[in-house]
Nanobody, 122 residues
Framework: QVQLVESGGGLVQPGGSLRLSCAASGRAFSSYALGWFRQAPGKGREFVAS????????YYADSAKGRFTISRDNAKNTVYLQMNSLKPEDTAVYFC???????????????WGQGTQVTVSS
């Protein structure tokens, strides 16, 4: 069992920044990767970024490269998503997910946080 709690969403102007946090707990947690997904109204859930917990290796969707940074704090069991140069199309509910990598493909373990709303608007 893995439990995930997101925080840090809010309203931000285009070009602004937000940092999302995901606090994780559970047995054998270091064996997981953690990922950020987002879902806009009427759309499916989209992969944003992920990190291998132990090694710290990161992966990004093309839409996130150069703007978003995923990181983790091992002592706090927390993963972060630093989002810079935000655009209106980044508006979505952002979810934290526990999963693993099969080669270079992220696979969800179907553990999700409750989501945190990010709205980018002037």
């Amino acid at each position: 069992q893995v439990q995930l709690v997101e925080s840090g969403g809010g309203l931000v102007q285009p070009g602004g920044s937000l940092r999302l946090s995901c606090a994780a707990s559970g047995r054998a947690f270091s064996s997981y990767a953690l990922g950020w997904f987002r879902q806009a109204p009427g759309k499916g859930r989209e992969f944003v970024a992920s990190i291998r917990w132990s090694a710290g290796t990161t992966y990004y969707a093309d839409s996130a490269k150069g703007r978003f940074t995923i990181s983790r704090d091992n002592a706090k069991n927390t993963v972060y998503l630093q989002m810079n140069s935000l655009k209106p199309e980044d508006t979505a509910v952002y979810f934290c997910n526990a999963g693993y990598y099969n080669g270079n493909k992220y696979q969800s373990a179907d553990y999700w946080g409750q989501g945190t709303q990010v709205t980018v608007s002037s």
